[in-house]
């Protein structure tokens, strides 16, 4: 097994998620069934979560496609994008050009289609050269952690549903008195309840428009640290 599948960005932004998602489910079984608190059980459990983990994943994908990709650091860039002020966007353009011969458009940059996949194309080479950068990864596990949150935010709230109903129909055949008087159950629901405001209020595009834009200012601020004709260098 290549253990790089646990590497930081798969645990922070994958598997993090998952576990926020089966969290409730896993809590009240844990809490309403004996069983499941054995060791053995446990190992078992985690085993079919875990392989399950991969169908969440390939669901992700799934939702996310034929959708259109926003690329913010290249928007950043366009000429009528006022997140980064006139000096800089011109620095930028001059080290872009500099950097490789394909960027050249931005020596005179004009608001065209073409000067827009430059763009792009652009940040597409710049993150494939600042995968070391420490601020840059960790703004991109941040932003991707959340992307992933939202793409899978109907299968959190789903999964919330089913722990309450696990809960409920474990206590049957009590009275709705004896349920309610039940600690247990008051602290389950109440924790079923904030996971569902979490995922009804916490998980937004706001956020994620937040996230990504601190994503972008990182990826664009390393323009800073390269040096020119990168691709000159390597010959």
Not at 33 to 57: D, E, G, H
Not at 142 to 168: D, E, H, P
Request: net charge positive.
């Amino acid at each position: 097994m290549d253990i790089k599948i646990f590497d930081s960005y798969n645990i922070r932004a994958r598997v993090s998620v998952y576990i926020i998602i089966i969290a409730p489910i896993i809590l009240t079984l844990y809490v309403v069934y004996k069983p499941v608190r054995s060791f053995t059980f446990s190992v078992v459990l985690v085993a079919i979560m875990t392989s399950f983990s991969n169908y969440l994943f390939a669901l992700q994908r799934y939702k996310q496609r034929g959708g259109k990709r926003r690329n913010t650091a290249a928007e950043f860039l366009y000429i009528d994008d006022a997140h980064i002020d006139g000096k800089t966007k011109q620095r930028y353009y001059r080290k872009l050009s500099e950097i490789d011969k394909s960027f050249e458009a931005m020596n005179q940059p004009v608001d065209s289609e073409e000067f827009r996949q430059t763009c792009y194309s652009a940040i597409q080479w710049l993150r494939s050269n600042t995968r070391n950068n420490k601020l840059v990864q960790e703004e991109n596990m941040l932003c991707g952690f959340y992307k992933n949150l939202i793409s899978l935010k109907s299968v959190g709230i789903a999964f919330t549903i089913v722990a309450i109903l696990i809960l409920i129909i474990s206590s049957v055949p009590t009275t709705p008195l004896s349920f309610v008087q039940s600690k247990r159950n008051i602290i389950l629901i109440f924790v079923d309840i904030g996971v569902l405001l979490f995922w009804r209020l916490g998980v937004n595009e706001k956020i994620h428009s937040v996230l990504c834009e601190k994503y972008a200012y990182a990826l664009l601020e390393t323009l800073d640290t390269l040096p020119d004709r990168i691709n000159e260098n390597k010959l």
